[in-house]
């Protein structure tokens, strides 16, 4: 019993990955290359390999894990609210803007005139239970399916940042941003700005299988532990955007 499970997993991920190979193809054929103009992959993975294992993998997830999501989905109905689903647009491969799908996590809460109350009236218990497990970002495995993100990857920003990147922060856009990544197991939201752009950057400039492989356990880790988790996003990290323009980075 347990080897016909296993043999059809196997085949399962195996159909995902000759899939993941075919979508890799058509897109080359489209010229949706997985890294911006003049970025020079570091080797045969990147160029050849990355791509199709991500969507494999991500594909595989969904297959397998889609009663969770499911279950989630209704959870989050239950305890939060319709829309089950929280999108927001961000930067991604040069830069091109796309929607990052997220489960919801917060209230839609308003006052009299119609804005949003602050984010720490707005958290629910089940909100932060979401967040401490990273569930609220598994949804993001249909964005990289897409070809949005890549497993491993400068994690995709704000949209409003963009104009206040210097010349080499702005090769974090060179490639696919990330459902993880360096800077990710590497302190998170612990980082300052600097540092967490330097360590998109050698990413960028060093992306092998092993790097990625090291990056997914370690963030599997980090999960099970909810080491470096922001649970509360009114303690989050500072605005990029507003500091750069107040010149304190």
Known sequence: MVKKIFDTLVLMFGGCLGLGFIVSIVEKIQEKRGWAEGHKPKGIYEKYMKRPMDFALALFVLLIFWPILLIIA??????????VFFNQERPGLGGKIFSIYKFRTMTDVRDDEGNL??????????????????????????NIVRGDLSIIGP??????????????????????????????????????????????????NNITFMTDVKILFKTIKKVISHEDVLEDTSKGETNFAEERKAGRI
């Open 74 to 83: 209704i959870a989050v109905r239950i305890n939060i609210g319709s829309p």
């Open 117 to 142: 109350l602050p984010d720490e009236e707005r958290h629910t218990k089940f909100g932060v239970w979401l967040r401490r497990i990273s569930g609220d970002e598994w949804c993001e495995l249909w």
């Open 155 to 204: 994690r995709p920003l704000l949209k409003e940042y963009m104009p206040y990147y210097s010349e080499e922060e702005a090769h974090r856009h060179d490639v696919r941003p990330g459902l993880t990544g360096l800077a990710q197991v590497n302190g998170r939201n612990n980082l300052d700005w600097d540092k967490r752009f330097s360590t998109d950057v050698e990413y960028v």
